[in-house]
């Protein structure tokens, strides 16, 4: 479409096209979806019936569908049954039926600025299937019996029916358990509860070597003409670490039981670092003067001393990025190899079924157990050709998600342009460096020829730039302050420019000419 470079409204269709996302439903998927209700007696009978119980969901203010759910109560010693309640999106998208290859296709449902690119059509993904306030819905429920310690002493599924009592976000959870704002007493002691838990949990999860990398989510919000309203790194609260360890704890629970019956699960697996991939990252923390990793007997362990590390906060965002890039990229496979990251081996993805088919993949492994029954059966090299579908889509997902989060980026650079501010360098190349400015997570390029009468090269760390006449040195985290010089939304480009001293940069105009 020409001339929607200009248009901001424009900008998720852009990028939508760009990495081939599949936008609109095939028309049996959308009868398939149109044709279901809200759930009555006949889709309530033989479930567990949980809707007594107090069950909330926990999601960032602005989410779009709500797939999970928690309940916690007291039982006899002293313990205490964690409920993980996941829609049912399994008793809705049939295998083998127009929504299930439409599903298949998408892989994930992939989030923009402007709106979201569902997996499932909205029918299922913002209705039925999602745990809204006071709505009875079927779910498919792990349900965990924990002691004070965290250990865990059974786990069960079930299908149920639930109601959610509360719809909360993040930041109002954070002020209840903050004591800013308490809940009611009953779901203030239930935060509370599961607040203690979690604690335990994480403890005992980075003592089995999980590790504990810190790099923000950046996120930009847009008006509804898709102009960007602000570009932001969102803040880790302990609250998205309570979900966290819940869901975590749901993934290992399924699992585990599905490498016990070896019954065709989705793993989520992660390779450990090479060898030559510590030695890069140690190199180059030994240049920055950065703590290191030392003899690396085990690289969980000496990863995580690293991560501990007391920084300012652009170094230690520097740090755990770089540890962040030594590290392989998760995906899923057929067969367990175990979870490098988490320190753990047996894992699956279950608690996000309306957003990623493994999960939904997954949900069906676990309806046939609690039904003792197969629904069809499983194809060994299907799986695997599955896994590797699924590793494909989420990264074209995600792709998708950081171009259209670097476009709004731009778009908010551009009233900003001749600017001054300051950044600190995030990555070296030949000809500049990259800087990420402190208000505002954006990136740019500063190139050195337009700055200096002098050439610069590239030593032999890789991260470090040297003036041949001037020797003035550029390193890979140092601090500059920058000129906002250009930006070219088209090309995905923003350039800086350093913001000399005015009587330097008249000395060196003056050696130009001369």
């Known amino acids: 479409m020409l001339g929607a ?22 028309e049996a998927a959308e009868r398939e979806a149109a044709a279901f209700h809200e759930p009555g007696a006949r889709e309530r009978a033989g479930r567990l019936d949980l809707r007594g119980d107090l069950v909330f969901t926990i999601d960032p203010a602005d989410a779009r569908d709500h797939d999970d759910a928690l309940s916690v109560r007291r ?48 029918r299922l993904s913002s209705d039925l299937c999602s745990l809204g306030e006071d709505r009875d819905r079927l779910a498919l429920s792990v349900l965990v019996e924990l002691d004070a310690a965290g250990r865990r002493h059974s786990a069960r599924f079930a299908e149920t029916v639930i109601r959610s009592r509360h719809s909360l976000h993040y930041e109002e959870v954070q002020d209840a358990l903050d004591g800013v704002s308490p809940r009611t007493g009953e779901l203030q002691a239930a935060l509370e509860n599961l607040r203690d838990l979690s604690r335990v949990l994480r403890r005992r999860r980075l003592a089995a070597g999980a590790l504990e990398l810190d790099v923000p989510e950046v996120k930009a919000t847009v008006d ?3 102009v960007p309203i602000a570009i932001e790194r969102r803040p880790h609260l302990e609250s998205h670490e309570l979900i966290e360890e819940f869901m975590l704890l749901a993934n290992h629970c399924v699992g585990e039981e599905g490498a016990r ?3 065709g699960v989705l793993y989520r697996v992660h390779d450990p670092p090479s060898p030559e991939r510590l030695a890069d990252l140690d190199r180059m923390l030994r240049t920055l003067g950065l703590p290191r990793l030392g003899g690396v007997v085990e690289p969980a362990r ?50 996000s079924p309306i957003r990623r088919y493994p999960d939904l993949h997954n949900h069906r492994r676990v309806r046939e157990w609690i039904r003792a029954r197969p629904d069809a059966a499983w194809d060994p090299v299907e799986i695997a050709a599955l896994a590797l579908q699924c590793s494909d889509t989420e990264q074209a997902a995600t792709g998708a998600e950081r171009e259209a989060v670097r476009v709004k980026s731009l778009r908010h650079l551009e009233g900003r342009l001749g600017e001054a501010t300051s950044g600190i360098i995030t990555g070296i190349i030949a000809r500049g460096f990259f800087v990420e400015l402190d208000d505002t997570p954006v ?17 032999e760390s890789g991260i470090r730039l040297v003036g041949r006449r001037t020797r003035r040195r550029f390193t890979l985290g140092d601090a500059v302050r920058v000129v906002i010089a250009r930006v070219d939304i088209p090309a995905r480009e923003c350039d800086f420019a350093l913001d000399l001293p005015a009587r330097r940069a008249q000395r060196r105009r003056s050696s130009r000419r001369r």
């Open 224 to 226: 509804e003409a898709g």
């Open 443 to 459: 990136d740019g390029f500063v190139r050195l020829s337009h700055g200096f009468d002098d050439r610069f090269d590239l030593d």
């Open 261 to 263: 019956r070896r019954a």
């Open 302 to 351: 000496a990863l995580q001393a690293l991560l501990a590390v007391s920084l300012d906060p652009p170094h230690r965002r520097l740090l755990h990025r770089l540890v962040l890039r030594s590290l392989a990229r998760a995906r899923y496979l057929e067969r367990d190899h175990g979870h490098f990251g988490l320190g753990s081996r047996e894992y699956c993805h279950f608690t």
């Open 5 to 26: 470079d200009q248009r901001p409204e424009l900008d998720d269709d852009t990028v939508a096209s760009q990495f081939r996302l599949r936008r609109r439903f095939p």
């Open 75 to 122: 039982i006899e010693s002293g313990r205490f049954e964690v409920g993980i309640h996941i829609a049912d999106v399994s008793r809705y998208v049939v295998a083998g039926g127009p929504l299930d290859r439409e599903a298949v296709e998408r892989g994930t449902s992939c989030y923009l600025p402007g709106g979201v690119v569902p997996m499932l059509p909205e």
